[in-house]
């Protein structure tokens, strides 16, 4: 059986891609929510977002950060992040800029681990893969994605016990 995941993402600027990383099949995540099931928890607020988050978060072995253009500025991400941390569960992070949401690659976001309130330093792995011109290669880097996900996903890292 895959290794359970919570994957923490930008949710409408990523949500394609971060499908096209559930298809790899390498990880078993939480179900992604649809648009209008979104739209039902947020509506109820945050102390319901707060309850899926701990939720879905509950029984994962690890959490991976899916880092898109934007997700270091979303504050539900940021709370993901913080969470884990306190929680004691192994983070990383995926660069997921360079694979095609609806044909286009996007240019990469700033690291959501450094606006995180104590969390330490997190390993962030990039399988961004450039054609010879230097422009974004969509088809590699999902390939190299594919390639690599298993093992990036057992390199997290978390907060010790002193």
Known sequence: MA????YSFHYEQDVHRVQLIRNINALAGQPLLNPQEWEQVRRRGSQAIKEWIHDEMAYKK?????????????????????????????????????LSSLGSVDIAGSDP???????GSIPIFDPTTRDWSGKIDSKATYKRLCDNLENWSSQGVSKRSW
């Open 113 to 119: 681990f450094a606006r995180s309130e104590g969390v």
């Open 62 to 98: 690890a959490v991976i950060v899916l880092i898109g253009r934007y997700t270091a500025t979303r504050p539900w991400v940021i709370y993901e992040i913080e969470k884990a941390w306190a929680d004691k569960r192994p983070m990383l992070g995926i660069r997921i800029h360079g």
């Open 3 to 6: 290794k359970s995941v919570f």
